[in-house]
């Protein structure tokens, strides 16, 4: 049964990279592409950007500037990096996996808050 | 690349059904039928409930159903039960390998 846990900081300073990490248990990283998502406090979601193993990305268009993804195969985690940020990018961040080809994710993460507070 | 388009808020009673509308563009839900559906109780983790517009992944209760027409997607749930009341997201893919979300609707159990 594969599992997903999101950890890093839950406090960043404005201006500053906002670094999470993502462990995938149950199965092989490379089995999967990877995306993460986020839920400001009383909005909806928002994609962020996916991930596979190969290094092939693609983030959301309003964030690219700011987002880069990445994998350590050898721990089995994927990790985000924001950087820039400021109190808009407070929000509940997860980590998700979509079933192949889909763009639709059947797995996700219990979520890591992390609030932009100086 | 604006959200796409959910009701705030519906609501039903137990057993009634009720129907949660995703209106988009021809650049997203009208485009690709790639639509997808998830309930999240606040303070869980998101599960998905419908995919590629009327798909069920395996466990999901066929009492959640998807249907698509032009640039609205359409998530009806039967029996309302009380379980039932939770946030509601669509999604959709909009080319490119880029996806978006709806604003997300509330599900009220009468």
């Known amino acids: 049964q594969v599992q997903l846990q999101e950890s890093g900081p839950g406090l960043v300073k404005p201006s500053e990279t906002l670094s999470l990490t993502c462990t995938v248990s149950?199965?092989?990283?490379?089995?999967?592409?990877w995306s993460w998502v986020r839920q400001p406090p009383g909005k909806g979601l928002e994609w962020l950007g996916y991930f596979y193993f190969s290094g092939s990305t693609n983030y959301n268009p309003s964030l690219k500037s700011r987002v880069t993804l990445s994998v350590d195969t050898s721990k089995n985690q994927f990790s985000l990096k924001l950087s820039s940020v400021t109190a808009a990018d407070t929000a509940l961040y997860y980590c998700?996996?979509?079933?192949?080809?889909?763009?639709?994710?059947?797995?996700w993460g219990r979520g890591t808050l992390v609030t932009v507070s100086s | 690349q604006s959200a796409l388009t959910q009701p705030a808020s519906v609501s039903g009673s137990p057993g009634q059904s009720i129907t949660i509308s995703c209106t988009g563009t021809s650049s997203d839900v009208g485009g690709y039928d790639y639509v997808s559906w998830y309930q999240h109780h606040p303070g869980k983790a998101p599960t998905l409930l419908i995919f590629?517009?009327?798909k069920w992944p395996s466990g999901v209760s066929n009492r959640f159903s998807g249907s698509k027409s032009g640039n609205t997607a359409s998530l009806t749930v039967s029996g309302l039960q009380a379980e039932d009341e939770a946030d509601y997201y669509c999604?959709?893919?909009?080319?490119?390998?880029?996806?978006?979300f709806g604003g997300g609707t509330k599900l009220t159990v009468l």
């Open positions: 999604s959709s893919y909009t080319g490119r390998r880029t996806m978006i």
């Open positions: 149950g199965d092989s990283i490379s089995n999967y592409y």
């Open positions: 998700a996996k979509e079933i192949p080809g889909r763009t639709s994710f059947d797995l």
């Open positions: 590629d517009v009327n």
